[in-house]
C-alpha cells in the first residue's frame, strides 16, 4: 500500500505557537498535497508539491518535500484556534496518478 | 472556486434498507469522481473510481454489489449502499476531479440500526 504514515497522530499547541506535522509514504510519487479537514466535515485542500519541488509556501503553510528520505513536512505559523482540525498528507503517483492515497493524518488541538 | 454538495450530510436508516447519498459538481465538469469511506479517527479509504459514462472501478476488499454506483453525468455520481446494515455505519465522502483538482463534498454520516 502507498499509504503513507504521518506524525504524530496528535498535537496540542497554544495560539501563536507553530505546528509541525509529518508524512512518510512508500513508493516514489507523483506529487503530494495536505488537506485539513474540520470534524465531521470533507477535506479542504491546502497546498500541493511536486516531485521537483522541495519547499512551498502559501500564506501561514509551509510544505518540505524529502524525495530521498520519502517524506513530507507541514508547518502551521503563529497558530489560531480556526487551525485545529485534522491534517492529513495525500499521494499520488505512477500511471494511477489520478488515485489519491491518504496518511493517517494528524490531530491538531490549538488552545486559546 | 470549485464547489461539490454531498447530500445528505447525515441519515439514519433501519437495517436491510437502501440508502442513497448524492454528490454534485456545482460549478464545474468532473471527470472522475471517487467515493471513500472513514471510520472515527481514521484516515479516508478510497471505495471506488468513477468516470462519466463507464462502470465504477471498485478497490480491492469492496462489495459492488453493496456499494453501487451510478455517475450519470459530468456533475453528478450517486453511491447506493444497499440491504444496510449496522457495519455500514460509517462517513462517506465523494471527491470530484476537474481542472482544479480534486474537491471533497462535505461528508455523510450514515448510521444503520
Known amino acids: 500500500s502507498q499509504q503513507g504514515e504521518e506524525d504524530p497522530q496528535a498535537l496540542s499547541i497554544q495560539e501563536g505557537e507553530n505546528a509541525t506535522m509529518n508524512c512518510s509514504y512508500k513508493?516514489?510519487?507523483?506529487?503530494l498535497q495536505w488537506y485539513r479537514q474540520n470534524s465531521g466535515r470533507g477535506l479542504v485542500h491546502l497546498i500541493l508539491?511536486?516531485?521537483?519541488?522541495r519547499e512551498k509556501h502559501s500564506g501561514r503553510l509551509r510544505v518540505t518535500l524529502d524525495t530521498s528520505k520519502k517524506s513530507s513536512s507541514l508547518l502551521i505559523t503563529a497558530s489560531r484556534a480556526a487551525d485545529t482540525a485534522s491534517y492529513f498528507c495525500?499521494?499520488?503517483?505512477?500511471?494511477?496518478?489520478?488515485?489519491?492515497?491518504f496518511g493517517a493524518g494528524t490531530t491538531v488541538t490549538v488552545r486559546a | 472556486g470549485a464547489v461539490v454538495s454531498q447530500h445528505p450530510s447525515w441519515v439514519i436508516c433501519k437495517s436491510g434498507t437502501s440508502v442513497k447519498i448524492e454528490c454534485r459538481s456545482l460549478d464545474f465538469q468532473a471527470t472522475t469522481m471517487f467515493w471513500y469511506r472513514q471510520f472515527p479517527k481514521q484516515s479516508l479509504m478510497l471505495m471506488a473510481t468513477?468516470?462519466?459514462?463507464?462502470?465504477?472501478?471498485?478497490e480491492q476488499g469492496v462489495e459492488k454489489d453493496k456499494f453501487l454506483i451510478n455517475h450519470a453525468s459530468l456533475t453528478l455520481s450517486t453511491l447506493t449502499v444497499t440491504s444496510a446494515h449496522p457495519e455500514d455505519s460509517s462517513f462517506y465522502i465523494c471527491?470530484?476531479?476537474?481542472?482544479?483538482?480534486?474537491?471533497f463534498g462535505s461528508g455523510t454520516r450514515l448510521t444503520v440500526v
Open positions: 513508493t516514489s510519487i507523483n506529487n
Open positions: 495525500a499521494t499520488s503517483w505512477g500511471s494511477n496518478d489520478y488515485k489519491l492515497s
Open positions: 508539491i511536486r516531485s521537483n519541488e
Open positions: 471527491s470530484a476531479r476537474g481542472g482544479r483538482g480534486y474537491t
Open positions: 468513477s468516470n462519466e459514462g463507464s462502470k465504477a472501478t471498485y
